[in-house]
């Protein structure tokens, strides 16, 4: 068992795997291997590989650090040194059901959020008037603005920028705002 551990069994092992350089003085370091005598330099691809590469790359993107793409809608909105607060907000969805559909079950629909045809936002403004609000909707991102509050709301879901309905409700300061979806499935779902 010690014939194993031994030291000059590890030099031997040590040799066999890696045999020392001509060029090596030090008798002490033979079993020092090849990897441990390369520096952060010998990292990598070799320095012609790396400039083929990157210059075929550098030709695609120029200077940009990322394509358009990437970048979510309205974050041109988020304005992190406006110190405003937030309001509260939150997120309902809504259907239409009738008789048929609890009673007698004749549609598809069902409790689920897959079945939904509007999302209402509700966002509570205390001491703020209707005149003062500003309200933005694209197709996945809500823009509030008062000189008290902003809002900048990434939906969950894509919306009818166009055909939703808002209502300042002044006895609660609330704001409802009713988006319908826009679901590439609804055609089916809602059937």
């Known amino acids: 068992m010690d014939g194993l551990s031994s030291l000059d069994s590890l030099q031997a092992l040590s040799a066999l795997?890696?045999?020392?350089?001509?060029?090596?003085?030090?008798?002490d370091c033979t079993f020092a291997t090849a990897a441990a005598r390369k520096g952060?330099?010998?990292?990598?691809?070799?320095?012609?590989?790396s400039k083929a590469t990157t210059s075929a790359y550098m030709k695609n993107n120029s200077k940009n650090i990322w394509?358009?793409?990437?970048?979510?809608?309205?974050?041109?909105f988020d304005d992190i040194t406006d110190p405003r607060?937030?309001?509260?907000?939150?997120?309902?969805?809504k259907q239409r059901v009738g008789t048929e559909d609890i009673f007698l079950g004749m549609t598809r629909k069902d409790p689920s959020?897959?079945?939904?045809e509007c999302m209402v936002v509700k966002i509570k403004l205390p001491g703020t008037k209707v005149a003062e609000v500003i309200l933005d909707v694209k197709e996945k991102f809500l823009?509030?603005?008062?000189?008290?509050y902003k809002l900048g709301l990434h939906l969950p879901h894509p919306v009818h920028s166009q055909e939703g309905k808002a209502q300042f409700i002044s006895e609660k300061e609330e704001l409802e705002v009713t988006l319908p979806m826009n679901r590439p499935l609804d055609c089916i779902n809602l059937a």
Not at 40 to 49: A, L, Y
Not at 85 to 93: G, M, W
């Open 67 to 76: 394509s358009e793409e990437e970048v979510a809608e309205g974050a041109q």
């Open 17 to 27: 795997l890696s045999p020392p350089d001509e060029d090596d003085d030090d008798g």
């Open 143 to 148: 823009d509030l603005r008062t000189p008290k």
């Open 40 to 49: 952060p330099g010998h990292i990598g691809p070799k320095k012609s590989e």
């Open 113 to 116: 959020s897959m079945c939904c």
């Open 85 to 93: 607060p937030q309001p509260e907000y939150d997120i309902v969805l």
